[in-house]
C-alpha cells in the first residue's frame, strides 16, 4: 500500500541529547515536509524539501536538522540546541507545481523530554 | 504575509445539527485550499480540497465547503452532525508558486448527543 511512515510513535529524550525521527514515503512524491503541533497553534513548518539534496528552513527551523539522500526519505534530527522539543510532529509529502498539491500525513512521532 | 485564519477554535454541536467551520484566506493570488481532519494522536487526512474548479466542493464523510472570492473564505459545512465527527479540523492554503501549505490553528469539534 502507498503511504507515508513515521517512526517510531512515542520518543522519549533526555535533556542534551540529540535524537532523529524517521519518515519515509512510497507515492512517488518530489515534495516533503516535516511540521510541529502544538495544542492551539495548529501546524508549524520546521522544514521542506523539494527535491534531493535540496531543503529550505520554514518558521521554525532553529534546533532542528533535517537531510534529504534520497526520494524516499526526509530524517528530522532534533538537536539540543532546541529549548522546547516536547510536541507532536507531523511528516507530510506532497506533488509540487499542479493542482495536486495536498499534502499526505504520516501518522506522527510524539516527543516528550524526560 | 500569506495566511488562513479560523474563527473560533471550538465548536459545539448537538448530534444531528448544522456543523459551520469558518476559514478566511489572505491572499491576493488565486489559492488551492484545503480542509483536513484529525483524530486524537493520529495524523492529518483531506476532507476536500479547492483547486479553481467548481466553488463548491463536496468532500469525504457528507463534508462540503464553498470558495468565495469576494469573501476570501472557504468554510466548511455538514448539514448533520454524528458523534465520529468530533475531531479537530484545519484549514489550510497553498499556491501554484508556493505550493508548501499553511495551516490555521485549528477548529475542534465537540457533537453532544
Known amino acids: 500500500d502507498g503511504g507515508i511512515t513515521q517512526s517510531p510513535k512515542y520518543l522519549f529524550r533526555k535533556e542534551g541529547q540529540n535524537v532523529t525521527l524517521s519518515c519515509e514515503q512510497n507515492l512517488n512524491h518530489d515534495a516533503m515536509y516535516w511540521y510541529r503541533q502544538d495544542p492551539g497553534q495548529g501546524l508549524r513548518l520546521i522544514y521542506y524539501s523539494q527535491i534531493v539534496n535540496d531543503f529550505q528552513k520554514g518558521d521554525i527551523a532553529e534546533g532542528y536538522s533535517v537531510s534529504r539522500e534520497k526520494k524516499e526519505s526526509f530524517p528530522l534530527t532534533v538537536t539540543s540546541a532546541q529549548k522546547n522539543p516536547t510536541a507532536f510532529y507531523l511528516c507530510?509529502?506532497?506533488?509540487?507545481?499542479?493542482?495536486?498539491?495536498?499534502?499526505?500525513f504520516g501518522q506522527g512521532t510524539r516527543l516528550t523530554v524526560v | 504575509a500569506q495566511s488562513v485564519t479560523q474563527l473560533g477554535s471550538h465548536v459545539s454541536v448537538s448530534e444531528g445539527a448544522l456543523v459551520l467551520l469558518r476559514c478566511n484566506y489572505s491572499?491576493?493570488?488565486?489559492?488551492?485550499l484545503f480542509w483536513y481532519v484529525q483524530y486524537p494522536n493520529q495524523g492529518l487526512q483531506l476532507l476536500l480540497k479547492y483547486t479553481s474548479a467548481a466553488t463548491l466542493v463536496k468532500g469525504i464523510n457528507g463534508f462540503e465547503a464553498e470558495f468565495k472570492k469576494s469573501e476570501t473564505s472557504f468554510h466548511l459545512t455538514k448539514p448533520s452532525a454524528h458523534m465520529s465527527d468530533a475531531a479537530e479540523y484545519f484549514c489550510?492554503?497553498?499556491?501554484?508558486?508556493?505550493?508548501?501549505?499553511?495551516f490555521g490553528a485549528g477548529t475542534t469539534v465537540t457533537v453532544r448527543a
Open positions: 489550510a492554503v497553498s499556491y501554484r508558486n508556493d505550493y508548501k501549505l499553511s
Open positions: 491572499s491576493s493570488v488565486p489559492p488551492y
Open positions: 507530510a509529502s506532497s506533488f509540487r507545481g499542479t493542482e495536486n498539491t495536498e499534502a499526505f
